[in-house]
T-cell receptor, first 115, second 110 residues
Framework: GAGVSQSPRYKVAKRGQDVALRCDPI?????LFWYQQALGQGPEFLTY????????KSGLPSDRFFAERPEGSVSTLKIQRTQQEDSAVYLC?????????????FGAGTRLSVL | SQQGEEDPQALSIQEGENATMNCSYK?????LQWYRQNSGRGLVHLIL?????REKHSGRLRVTLDTSKKSSSLLITASRAADTASYFC??????????FGTGTRLQVFP
């Protein structure tokens, strides 16, 4: 596709439910990043893939958060047993190579509300 | 936690005026980037400045970088209503990931 696509755009979950957020990066982009953005704050890094390898997951807040990119393209961020503090916008970005000097291209995000 | 802070947190100006935003960061970097985010949308890359550069221009944007002070500024000249957005600086911290600042919310009134 022309840009990074994320789905769903909005997700409402009851506390305790599992959710899965999808990211479809720009075709050919090696690296894929997930960020969490709380209201009024900047994005905070969650995890990063180069192709199918998860190179850094230091930002995942707990073991309830899990991300995968099995074929080196589409990625899924899964949150198990959602809590109210998980409410945020989840942003996905891709970059051509994935070094810190690369420009990252962002999707519009998934807004998760946990009730 | 976030790498740095931006100030001001919010800025309101009239069309045609210049807008200046400042960013401070904490660790050494290879480069610093500025991104814009319109309400409810993803981030859009504006400009990248490398650690060995002091100033860079792109259209109506001017970015400066002072690595000795660990700070950067973004100047938008002749602002337009369409420039209304949140602006974030992001550093690489000598890693492959970006660490974002807290952002400046810019409002440009017609």
């Amino acid at each position: 596709g022309a840009g990074v696509s994320q789905s769903p755009r909005y997700k409402v979950a009851k506390r305790g439910q599992d959710v899965a957020l999808r990211c479809d990066p720009i075709s050919g982009h090696v690296s894929l990043f997930w960020y969490q953005q709380a209201l009024g704050q900047g994005p905070e890094f969650l995890t990063y893939f180069q192709n199918e390898a998860q190179l850094d997951k230091s930002g995942l807040p707990s073991d309830r958060f899990f991300a995968e990119r099995p074929e080196g393209s589409v990625s899924t961020l899964k949150i198990q047993r959602t809590q109210q503090e998980d409410s945020a916008v989840y942003l996905c970005a891709s970059s051509l190579e994935g070094t810190g000097s690369d420009i990252q291209y962002f999707g519009a995000g998934t807004r998760l509300s946990v009730l | 936690s976030q790498q740095g802070e931006e100030d001001p947190q919010a800025l309101s100006i009239q069309e045609g005026e210049n807008a200046t935003m400042n960013c401070s960061y904490k660790t050494s970097i290879n480069n610093l980037q500025w991104y814009r985010q319109n309400s409810g949308r993803g981030l859009v890359h504006l400009i990248l400045i490398r650690s060995n550069e002091r100033e860079k221009h792109s259209g109506r944007l001017r970015v400066t970088l002072d690595t000795s002070k660990k700070s950067s500024s973004l100047l938008i000249t002749a602002s337009r209503a369409a420039d209304t957005a949140s602006y974030f600086c992001a550093t690489d911290g000598n890693t492959d990931k970006l660490i974002f600042g807290t952002g400046t919310r810019l409002q440009v009134f017609p």
